[in-house]
Structures are given as structure tokens and as C-alpha cells.
């Protein structure tokens, strides 16, 4: 059985002194009708065998340095994962998925991606852009960039167990990678998505590190990773207590920023990026219709006021936030 790797430092500053915000254990990962109702024998398989120990688990702590929340307990969920993702046969559909719904979350991540790509095309004067899709997961944004059509399409994951899929379910051009130094050799890219990547891995500063590299100089890159205050988290330690699910506290989330002392925002600018506040867009409706009209009016007036919130944050170096663009300096 797999042993978990211990963490007696934070994976962001370094600093070895923490204090306890919750615990996950058996109650709240597979027992609670509440909770992640996980299966107990994929969790042995991660080494949380809560049948030989009713008190294993894993806890979340509070740096005392940078006050970033993490895990002092990696198992290898992701690897784990990953064996079993193998198993399953493709099909002409992904498992579990509601098709309208689908179609409308990619609606919402094509925002981001276009306005990525027209970042980067601006910044870089790119005729012919190479874009880099950075821990791709199942594949959608790759296929929205080949759709823009941009040739350069790279995704790359350490582990590959999803490119069978990927290849079936989006076109067969894109260039799927799991090796790091092939991914150089491919650089630097005019853009790169990095959403959801860093509260996953062990080593968030060699991933930042890493999109900063592969970028060209002008180069864009898209960030996403959980970011929650103090306030939210002692919530959120409330109902794992309670075992209640909360969505960004598992034991695949490994460290998630704290907005009070350090958002993810001015984390990414401390490894040498231009931060640039990424606005969200407005669904459509029938304006034919006055409720719908007036919706609509209201979410560009929400839309102009966190452009306006977003310049001035910026300029005052007060900008915080968890989704967002940075640039690679000239």
C-alpha cells in the first residue's frame, strides 16, 4: 500500500511552522450522505485505508508565513486516478455528462480563451501563434483553439491516461505531450493555459516557474487555481466537521491560496509576470423581452464596473484575484 509523503513545510514560502484548520477523514470522504461518498476502495488504493485505521485522514493547515491552507499529507490521488481512468473503454460520449450543460460550459470557457489568444496575439505580433494548453485534463480548450484556427496546438499532461479520449473526442491534429523536454523543444509559446493546475501539484513554484519559461517575452498566459479568505475557510472547516461536501477541500487539492495574506494573483506576479485583470463576459438573452432586456443591461453594467474596479485595482497593486492573465515582461 502506498504511504503518504509528509509535509513538515509550506509548498509555497518554505516556512515549517502551521496551525490546524480541519481534518478529512472517513466521516466527511466516504461516510457522510453529505460528504464525497468516495469509493473506500479507491481510497485504500491512495493509501487511506480507513478500514485498518478509523483515524486516518488528512489535514488541512495554515501557513504561518505566507498563510497559504495545504495538505501536510500527499497521497498519490492523481497516479491512482489515473490507473483506474485506464480501464475505461472509450466511447462516443464522456461518461456522466449532461449535453446541454456541456454546451454551455464550453460557451463560457471560449470567453477565456478568446480573449487569451487576442492578448497574446496583441502582445506578441504573432502571425502564426503556438499556444500550450498546460495540464489539458479532457481536452476542451484545445479544440476551441484549433477551432479559432491556430495551427500550433500543444496540450501536455504528466500523465497521458486522458490522450486516448482526447484524440477520439477532439480533432486528431493536436499535439498531445507528457514529456517535458519535448514540450521545450516545441517553445516558447505566444500563449499558455494553466487553469486548474497549481492546487493539484506538490510543487506550485516549479509550475509557475515552468509557464514562465516556455512563454516568449510578451507572451500570455491564463491562470486558475482556488483562492479563499480566512473567514470562508473557517467555514469551510465547519462543515467538513459536519460532513458536508465542500467543493475545494479533497485530498486531490493540495494547497489553496489565501486571499488576506497572499491571492494567487500576487503570488504569480512574485515569479516575474505582469498581472492583467481578465473581465467576464455576459450571457445573451431575447431583448425582445423587457425581464430579459433588462438583465441583459444589468450584467454589462456589472461587466463595466469590474472593468473600472479591475483598472484601478491594478494600477494601486491591490488587484486580487483567482482567475486572471499575466504577462512575461519584454
Known sequence: MPKAKIRNQCPICGDSSSKF?????????ETSAEG?????????MTGLDFEADTEAGINYVECDG????YVDSVYPVEDTF????EEIPISDSYPNTNLANLIRGIIKRMHADSALIRMALDSTSASDPKVLDYGCGIGWDLSIFRAMGIRN???YNIRDYMFPAIKHHMQP???LLNDREELEKLGPFDAIRCNSVLEHVEDPNLVAKDVFDLLKPGGIAYFSAPMVSRSVMTKYANNVAAGKKVKNLHEGHLQIWNRDTLPLSEYIQSKGFEIIPL?????HYDVRRFKKAFRFAAEHGWRAKQIITGHLMSRS???RHWVFLARKPV
Open 317 to 319: 497593486k491591490r488587484f
Open 82 to 85: 489515473a490507473s483506474l481512468q
Open 21 to 29: 484548520v480541519c481534518r478529512m477523514g472517513k466521516e466527511y470522504l
Open 173 to 175: 491534429a493536436i499535439r
Open 66 to 69: 505566507c498563510g497559504t491552507f
Open 36 to 44: 464525497w461518498q468516495l469509493d473506500s476502495l479507491r481510497n485504500r
Open 279 to 283: 473581465i467576464g463576459g455576459t450571457d
Open 153 to 155: 496546438v500543444v496540450g
